[in-house]
């Protein structure tokens, strides 16, 4: 079977980690890719759970943040100093 170039763009940091974690289960990067898109195909899904929990993006929040831009720009909103977290 002919083999073909997939091409994506990954954030360097994590291209680094995912090597390394491949190595150190004797992988390649290449092969462990493939895995993936054996297991899609194989599966017709991708083969691990999607989900949003953060409830940052929960519909209700999105509402209350779209509420809160509106009367900023209507000029209801009040200016505060940052407090910063000094644990950090």
Known sequence: ?????????????????????????????????NMFVKAVIREHRIPFEIKTD?????????RHLLKSVQQLRDGKGTVHELIEDCDE
Do not use: H, W
Request: hydrophobic letters at 40%; one cysteine or more; charged letters at 20%.
């Open 1 to 33: 079977m002919a083999l073909s170039t997939l091409t994506s763009r990954v954030e360097e940091e994590d291209k680094i980690l995912f090597i390394s974690f491949c190595d150190s289960v004797g992988l390649t990067s290449s092969a462990a890719i």
């Open 54 to 62: 953060d409830p940052f993006y929960s519909a209700s929040n999105q």
